[in-house]
């Protein structure tokens, strides 16, 4: 019966993806992937495309969805509601409410994608809600009875339908006959709206029909109309005077951060999975998929659904972590074992993970090591280049070797295990597992590694004891205690950092002639000071890689004073940003920001602070002209400079209040344990470099895409001479000769139930962003699959449920105002180059590809230049 609905065309499909996902705390490959699930399935059980993007209810809208989650799935047009007041009164006054959105200055013109701001929201206009319990007045036509009112209702139709077309370019007109909760009683909505269209249309002054957006968006492209052009985003949102939806930007900062790990670990599962065989292995990645979806709603990772809700959606994140968990051992177990031969049921080694190694909690490298024995890690690189990295580890003894696989001692460190951090082991291990730790670590292990793209390198922890060789070196800690006043100098190399009464104070790096003061500062907002609003999920509402690490542990947050807080840290220095900083639009371009001002009109500030905060998924950087500083971040918060010379993030909140935005529930996390309760503790890291101006998107970039993509470290506890006779130490499924450019990552590389895999590859820069890597690049796929022979290989659009020329074909092109279309330079890669199967790519682009291979074998590739010179 549905399907005869949707072939008929009285039942559409628009967005389609597992959830309508929201726009500000999401990443754009977790974006792609719930978009391409939901895609697929409607186009594997109904034979069905989306041509329409139905964004109703997230709280601002993201350039990125404009370009890459709507014109590059092959979507006609786009529709949403909520922009700030201010904005839609203008839009409004104009008849700007529909125009054609350029999200990308690198893709120009290609990715424009006709957008709806719907006036009413998504709800009826006011007098047609039919819900039992609404108080519009049902259409009576029995003439005999006291209440016949037909003239009255079709008066109040046309009367609505003329001021909304009042506002609205064509004679073409939308409403959203439905909102929140209703149609319980779909029985009296359809009965009224049958007879509505039914008097309408014998009244003859306007045309009523049930329809479709698709619908709706052929007619208005059949009136040949030029439409306004719009860039940038839509951010931030405001619902009226001075309440800014900003606060949502940081809200559930733990949900957030675990949302962000399991995306990247979601993407190394699938590479194994690949790589060892989907069918071969009998697990799958299909349950974090599915978790990771649906986490993506804009009620999920934004943080603003009540606590129960939250607890769902992370128990279900567990089960599918979990079960990925099993697939990745077992597929990395096989891949190390040298007697495999490609067909390796049950593997020998037996790998173990550490999911809660940001609280200091690793059981597998907490064992006492015997002589005899060592402690494997299989450290494994998702990344398409080489990778030289600094990992850690906790230990319980400072008697430990590290050593590479060719038997090399690793110079390493031993870093005292503080007693704070060894408090929150305790309690969260507690509360999360159920159990109390059976060892207490002394030292954080800390050791380089060098990793094969697409591979992985083993490294051994022996014991030290009666053996010659290079020990870790035990490092002092050092507790400031407020009242020094002698600075304190730390760093080895180029960067230097120098810190006054515990405080860092100056950043100098030799290499590129950075020498700058620098404050960072701790403080917070209170979040109650209003009587008639405050903050909430919500709203906010206030009263060699030459790079600084900060690891912050926020909270428990004290409420004694009974009133909420939002805690932000920032970072100061002297260079003139003059109001203007750059924020990442779901970790892709960069879009500029200047404080107290609105390109599209004219801003009126009542909220000086939450009203200049954009969200931040990647990083944030403000310049002058000879000096720039960036911010990366781990996981999505909320930022701004508030101040010229000030970049500020806002780490942890928790609040006492509910906005009344439709959480109905304060935001106050908490944890239990036994008879023990506390407010939540919130351990993140953020990144910062300082670089001449125009230096940083290399780091931006680069490092970004590190962060968003860690190392993957497994562990067992084997015989350092056996495991190495028996097992392979060095892997790459990649030529050993070859490696992907600086400007290219892969986002995702998947085989599906067909045994055919999804190919997606990202250009990582914009255009103009970097002299050196903006440019067209080339990636060769003989090289990226040397050992499986590639038969076929179709471009797709980004959702993988069409040809990418297919869609090109069937997609709208729009009618751009003449005073609004200026042209921007476009880098596009051309067909894939059929011989050498090379692909290429121009900034800021993503591409799609469908292959299938003739035949696979599992092949153990060697990089001869890892962890030695080559």
């Not at 992985?456 to 400031?480: I, R």
């Amino acid at each position: 019966m549905v399907k005869g609905l949707v072939s008929s065309g009285q039942l559409e499909f628009i967005n389609g993806g597992m959830c309508m996902h929201d726009e500000a705390a999401t990443h754009y490959v977790d974006m792609i992937d719930q978009t391409t699930l939901g895609h697929r399935f409607i186009e594997r059980e109904f034979g069905r495309t989306p041509r329409i993007g139905w964004q109703i209810d997230p709280f601002g809208h993201s350039a990125v969805q404009a370009y890459l989650l709507s014109a590059q799935v092959g979507f006609d047009a786009l529709f949403f509601s909520r922009i700030d007041y201010q904005d839609m009164a203008k839009r409004k006054n104009d008849k700007t409410l529909e125009i054609i959105w350029r999200g990308s200055q690198s893709l120009g013109s290609s990715a424009d994608i006709f957008t709806g701001v719907l006036p009413n929201g998504y709800e009826p206009p006011r007098g047609f809600y039919f819900e039992v319990n609404d108080d519009a007045h049902i259409v009576q036509d029995d003439i005999n009875l006291f209440d016949y009112n037909v003239e009255e209702r079709v008066n109040d139709f046309v009367e609505a339908a003329m001021a909304q077309a009042n506002i609205t370019r064509t004679n073409h007109i939308m409403w959203t006959m439905g909102t929140d909760f209703k149609y319980q009683y779909a029985t009296t909505w359809f009965r009224q709206l049958d007879k509505l269209i039914h008097y309408v249309n014998m009244d003859g002054r306007v045309n009523a029909l049930y329809s479709t957006p698709s619908i709706y968006v052929d007619a208005k492209h059949a009136s040949n109309e030029s439409w306004p052009l719009k860039t940038e985003d839509f951010f931030p949102y405001a619902d009226r005077e001075g309440q800014y939806w900003t606060g949502y930007f940081t809200s559930r900062p733990a949900l957030k951060g675990y949302v962000r790990t399991l995306s990247a670990y979601y993407l190394a599962a699938r590479q194994l999975e690949f790589l060892r065989g989907r069918k071969s292995l009998g697990l799958t990645t299909d349950a974090l998929a599915d978790a990771l979806a649906i986490a993506q709603h804009h009620d999920a990772v934004t943080g603003t659904e009540q606590q129960h809700v939250a607890n769902d959606y992370v128990k279900r994140l567990s089960i599918g972590y979990s079960e990925a968990e099993k697939l990745v051992a077992s597929a990395l177990g096989c891949l190390s074992e040298s007697s495999s031969g490609g067909d390796c049921q049950n593997p020998s080694a037996k790998f173990e993970q550490c999911p809660l190694l940001n609280i200091s909690y690793c059981p597998p490298s907490e064992v006492h090591i015997s002589q005899g024995t060592s402690l494997v890690i299989l450290v494994y690189n998702p990344l398409g280049w080489k990778r030289d990295d600094v990992i850690r580890i906790p230990v319980t003894s400072e008697s430990v070797i590290v050593r590479d696989s060719e038997g090399r001692d690793i110079e390493s460190q031993l870093v005292p295990v503080s007693n704070v951090s060894l408090g929150i082991r305790n309690f969260y291990v507690k509360a999360y597992l159920g159990m109390s730790p059976s060892a207490t670590p002394k030292f954080w292990l800390v050791f380089p590694v060098s990793v094969a793209p697409l591979g992985f390198t083993t490294y051994f922890v022996v014991s030290s004891t009666d053996q010659s060789g290079y020990s870790a070196v035990v490092s002092d800690e050092y507790t400031s205690q407020g009242s020094e006043n002698s600075p304190i100098e730390v760093g080895q190399g180029n960067l230097k950092l120098t810190f006054s009464e515990g405080k860092l104070s100056h950043y100098m790096n030799t290499r590129s002639l950075v020498n700058q003061s620098i404050q960072q500062s701790y403080g917070y907002y209170t979040g109650d000071e209003w009587s008639y609003q405050g903050s909430g999920a919500y709203v906010f509402l206030p009263d060699s890689m030459h790079h600084v690490q900060s690891t912050d542990q926020v909270g428990p947050i004290p409420i004694d004073d009974k009133t909420g807080k939002e805690v932000v840290t920032q970072i100061t220095t002297n260079i003139n940003n003059n109001k203007t900083f750059h924020t990442d639009s779901n970790g892709r371009d960069f879009i500029r920001r200047i404080r107290d001002y609105r390109s599209d009109w004219d801003l009126e500030v009542n909220q000086p602070i939450s009203g200049n905060y954009y969200p931040i998924n990647l990083g944030i950087f403000m310049e002058d002209n000879s000096t720039e500083m960036s911010v990366l971040v781990d996981r999505p918060v909320g930022g701004s400079s508030v101040l010229d010379g000030q970049l500020e993030l806002m780490l942890h909140r928790r609040l006492l209040r509910d906005d009344g935005k439709g959480v109905a529930e304060a935001l106050n996390e908490m944890v239990y344990l036994e008879y023990e309760h506390a407010g939540l503790t919130i351990q993140g890291k953020f990144y910062l470099r300082i670089d001449p101006s125009g230096d940083g998107a290399k780091w931006r970039r680069s490092i970004g895409q590190e962060m968003y993509s860690p190392l993957l470290l497994a562990f067992s506890k084997e015989n350092e001479v056996e495991w190495t006779k028996s097992h392979v130490p060095i892997f790459t499924a990649m030529d050993p000769s070859y490696s992907l450019p600086d400007n290219v990552a892969i986002v995702t590389l998947e085989e599906l139930e067909d045994g055919s895999v999804i190919l997606r590859l990202a250009h990582l820069y914009e255009l103009g962003e970097d002299k050196d890597f903006s440019v067209m690049t080339k990636v060769y796929l003989r090289k990226l699959f040397p050992r499986r022979k590639i038969s076929k290989v179709k471009e797709m659009n980004l959702s993988a449920n069409q040809e990418r020329s297919e869609m090109e074909k069937k997609r709208l092109l729009w009618k751009i105002e003449s005073s609004s279309s200026a042209t921007v330079q476009q880098m596009r890669g051309g067909p894939i180059e059929p011989f050498n199967l090379v692909v290429e790519l121009g900034p800021m682009e993503i591409r799609t590809f469908v292959i299938t291979f003739s035949y696979t074998t599992i092949h153990t590739v060697i990089d001869p230049c890892i962890g030695k010179p080559c």
